[in-house]
């Protein structure tokens, strides 16, 4: 990975990272205010924007980074085609939320989900162009406007939430001030696009079909696959109740910065392995996703180790005892870090292999309602989570498979195994003797919360001195922050003495 890629990952991941940090830390300001109810009611409306979003949304951001790295199409055609599209399809959507609207607030046996949704129409409507926009960016270099603009944003989102439930206590007043600030979201990200190719004249009925006939197969299946993300969402709110739901939603979260970072490195990436792809240079692809796998695994097992030590205490102390039954399927819900560390579609996209997700997904989704329904019987929210790993991980696993073949490379090529044995190895040496310090002080969580940035610490230090990351990556996160600076000079004063 280049130096620039490389500083396009790392503003990326930051930008990612403090957004979700934004909405990590205002959880328990959520859980602590409002009742099961209108936390459940919040959630299940989050839900059903998200699923329409990826349907709406019709995976027109993937097919815009394959026709904007082709010459034979002008830059400002191809754009403007692009929007137009994307622009019906958000006034698509959000006809079909409010025609289906009465029928989910039945079928989720809450009556607040209907003025909750239809307050929700332009927040729908703003997030369906979203990620084409950002694709477009990206791609344009535009990386650090997008970042500033998600981030600025975000931060209006938490300012209307506080002012809506503190001052008002209103889950409506709430999601009408998310619809004003999404339409103010997309608005920003429309302009920092690059004027030479910002407009919305031009539309070529020919290239629209195109846009559609290749994003076609590849929506279906993201479509069925957003399902598999949302059914345990919909058959816990169906199969027992919005409290049951609210302790559910409450625990399956995932962790600031660690969350974003495969999206984010993903996002940069995948653009360059198209143009790889395009000149057939699969040994440059293979070794470009091995290093990128190598460099998230350094940075997301680690905090995986902890998380499962410690989840626990951590989520007690973070979401209050009020929801100390949401530990569990935070702890489950997190061992998806596991084989969060690759882009498991992209050689198959790329490669034109997207009925081949497609016939994966739809096998995967009806095995999925399965083990949902009969591991929620068993073992209520905390099966749910269960069966959304057990699904992650099998279908990761066959997209692993497919990926090998399209490389021609076995799965060690791929994946670093002995990188990802030193990390756990170097991760539980650290980890177990806090772990027993702490229950030697009858679970103080203070120390836990003392002890983790100190852990962490010490694990990427060893981690960096023993070149354990791409050298280009370490050179420009030390020229940004000094200490790591200091690292580096000395592991290379070492090398050459």
């Known amino acids: 990975m280049s130096s620039a890629k490389s500083m396009k990952v790392l503003v990326l991941t930051i930008g990612n990272g403090i957004n979700i940090l934004i909405n990590f830390l205002t959880l328990p300001y959520l859980v602590r205010s409002l009742s099961y109810t209108d936390y459940g009611s919040y959630g299940q409306a989050l839900i059903v924007i998200s699923f329409l979003q990826g349907l709406f949304t019709f995976n027109l951001n993937q097919i815009a980074n394959i026709y ?24 698509f959507a959000m006809i079909v939320m409010a025609v289906a609207t009465p029928l989910i607030a039945i079928s989720f046996d809450n009556t607040l989900l209907t003025k909750i949704l239809l307050l929700s129409l332009f927040n729908l409507a703003a997030q369906v162009p979203v990620p084409v926009l950002l694709s477009v960016l990206i791609f344009h270099g535009k990386v650090k406007s997008s970042t500033s603009i998600l981030i600025a944003t975000n931060m209006l989102k938490v300012s209307v939430m506080f002012v809506a439930i503190h001052f008002y206590n209103s889950i409506f007043l709430l999601m009408g001030g998310l619809s004003i600030v999404g339409l103010i979201q997309v608005g920003l990200l429309y302009f920092a696009v690059p004027a030479n190719i910002r407009t919305l004249r031009l539309y070529d009925k020919k290239l629209t079909k195109s846009f559609m006939a290749m994003a076609t197969p590849l929506a279906v299946s993201s479509i069925v696959e957003r399902s598999v993300v949302y059914i345990d969402g919909i058959m816990i709110s169906s199969m027992l109740t919005t409290t049951n739901y609210a302790l559910y939603r409450a625990g399956a979260i995932e962790v600031p910065f660690i969350a974003s970072l495969y999206g984010s490195v993903a996002a940069i990436v995948m653009p360059e392995v198209a143009r790889l792809f395009v000149d057939r240079r699969l040994p440059d692809i293979l070794q470009l996703k091995r290093k990128v796998i190598g460099g998230t695994v350094f940075f997301v097992y680690p905090v995986l180790v902890f998380l499962l030590l410690f989840s626990t205490p951590v989520v007690t102390f973070y979401l209050s005892e009020k929801y100390a039954q949401s530990a569990i399927v935070f702890a489950i819900f997190n061992l998806s870090l596991f084989i969060r560390i690759n882009d498991y579609q992209d050689v198959i996209i790329i490669s034109g292999k997207t009925r081949f997700i497609f016939q994966v997904i739809v096998v995967m989704v009806i095995v999925n309602v399965l083990l949902n329904y009969s ?14 790993i057990l699904f992650l991980f099998t279908y990761a696993a066959i997209l692993t498979w497919k990926t090998c073949k399209l490389l021609h490379c076995s799965f060690t090529e791929l994946f670093n195994l002995s ?79």
């Open 419 to 497: 990188l990802i044995g030193r990390v756990l190895i170097l991760s539980l040496s650290f980890a177990m003797p806090i772990w027993l310090v702490h229950k030697f002080l009858n679970d103080n969580v203070w120390f836990i919360i003392l002890s983790g940035p100190v852990y962490l610490f010490l694990v990427y230090t060893i981690g960096f001195r023993f070149g354990w990351i791409e050298n280009e990556l370490i050179s420009k996160m030390s020229s940004r922050i000094p200490i790591l600076s200091t690292f580096i000079h000395k592991k290379n004063g070492s090398r050459n003495s």
């Open 375 to 388: 591991l929620i019987k068993i073992f209520g929210i905390e099966g749910s989570a269960l069966a959304f």
């Open 68 to 91: 904007l790295a082709r010459n034979e199409y002008e830059p400002r055609q191809v754009f403007s085609s692009l929007m137009r599209t994307t622009l019906t399809m958000s006034a």
